[in-house]
């Protein structure tokens, strides 16, 4: 009995320890070839600080981001609620799988005038990000997806004919109109007990994708 109200002081402490902590991003991606030596996804929340990159000798990441960022994705460890957009955890993942994995999902980076507008599709979920005329994004109003567009909705599957160009093929995913999809807010969860704000820094250049920027436990935002 005195273990179990330890354990669950202990993750009453650590969900209330999130709560008040910023998270610090600073990602790089090479979106037009593989490059993981060069490639990256460090962040930090409180005095937790990770530097992760793919590793391609276990064929995962260096530094386990995937599992580690969940103090960042969810509010809590029991429920799960999203506290970011689904689509900016994705991305920031980028750098930290194989290549033969993320290819599935198709990023793309194009400019929009002086935005930038960054694309993917994992397991049938498109997702949208666009950036003001600063390249920034707040992520409480730049993130969209819409779900649902392939046909099995698993990491290698074809468009469903609806959503691709006139006589194109259904069966490549860049046979997709855009202008077919409608997109939806992709934010935090309404339920969640926390959710993060803030602004996030997009360059481009070359083909080199970089997110940075500061997100702040919404209390704490200004």
Same mark, same amino acid.
């Given at each position: 009995?005195?273990?179990?109200?330890?354990?669950?002081?202990?993750?009453?402490?650590?969900?209330?320890?999130?709560?008040?902590?910023?998270?610090?991003?600073?990602?790089?991606?090479?979106?037009?070839?593989?490059?993981?030596?060069?490639?990256?996804?460090?962040?930090?929340?409180?005095?937790?600080?990770?530097?992760?990159?793919?590793?391609?000798?276990?064929?995962?990441?260096?530094?386990?981001?995937?599992?580690?960022? #969940?103090?960042? @994705?969810? &509010? %809590?460890?029991?429920?799960? =609620?999203? !506290?970011?957009?689904?689509?900016?955890?994705?991305?920031?993942?980028?750098?930290?799988?194989?290549?033969?994995?993320?290819?599935?999902?198709?990023?793309?980076?194009?400019?929009?005038?002086?935005?930038?507008?960054?694309?993917?599709?994992?397991?049938?979920?498109?997702?949208?990000?666009?950036?003001d005329d600063k390249k920034q994004i707040d992520i409480k109003n730049a993130c969209f997806l819409a779900r649902n567009?392939?046909?099995?909705?698993?990491?290698?599957?074809?468009?469903?004919?609806?959503?691709?160009?006139?006589?194109? #093929?259904?069966? @490549?995913? &860049? %046979?997709?109109?855009?202008? =077919?999809? !409608?997109?939806?807010?992709?934010?935090?969860?309404?339920?969640?007990?926390?959710?993060?704000?803030?602004?996030?820094?997009?360059?481009?250049?070359?083909?080199?994708?970089?997110?940075?920027?500061?997100?702040?436990p919404l209390s704490m935002a200004p």
């Amino acid at each position: 009995m005195k273990k179990l109200l330890f354990f669950g002081t202990f993750l009453i402490i650590i969900n209330s320890l999130a709560m008040t902590q910023e998270v610090a991003i600073d990602m790089r991606y090479n979106v037009l070839s593989s490059e993981p030596s060069k490639d990256y996804f460090n962040w930090s929340i409180g005095n937790k600080k990770i530097n992760d990159s793919y590793d391609a000798v276990t064929g995962a990441s260096i530094a386990r981001s995937t599992r580690e960022f #969940d103090v960042v @994705r969810y &509010d %809590s460890t029991t429920t799960k =609620k999203y !506290t970011i957009p689904v689509g900016v955890r994705h991305l920031l993942l980028f750098p930290v799988a194989s290549r033969q994995y993320t290819d599935n999902f198709h990023l793309t980076v194009h400019e929009e005038g002086q935005k930038l507008i960054i694309r993917f599709i994992v397991y049938g979920t498109v997702y949208q990000i666009k950036t003001d005329d600063k390249k920034q994004i707040d992520i409480k109003n730049a993130c969209f997806l819409a779900r649902n567009i392939t046909v099995s909705n698993t990491l290698s599957s074809q468009l469903k004919p609806q959503y691709a160009k006139t006589g194109a #093929d259904s069966t @490549r995913i &860049d %046979s997709i109109d855009w202008n =077919k999809i !409608t997109l939806v807010s992709d934010i935090a969860d309404t339920n969640a007990s926390r959710k993060y704000d803030g602004t996030l820094t997009i360059g481009y250049n070359n083909g080199i994708l970089t997110v940075k920027g500061t997100l702040l436990p919404l209390s704490m935002a200004p």
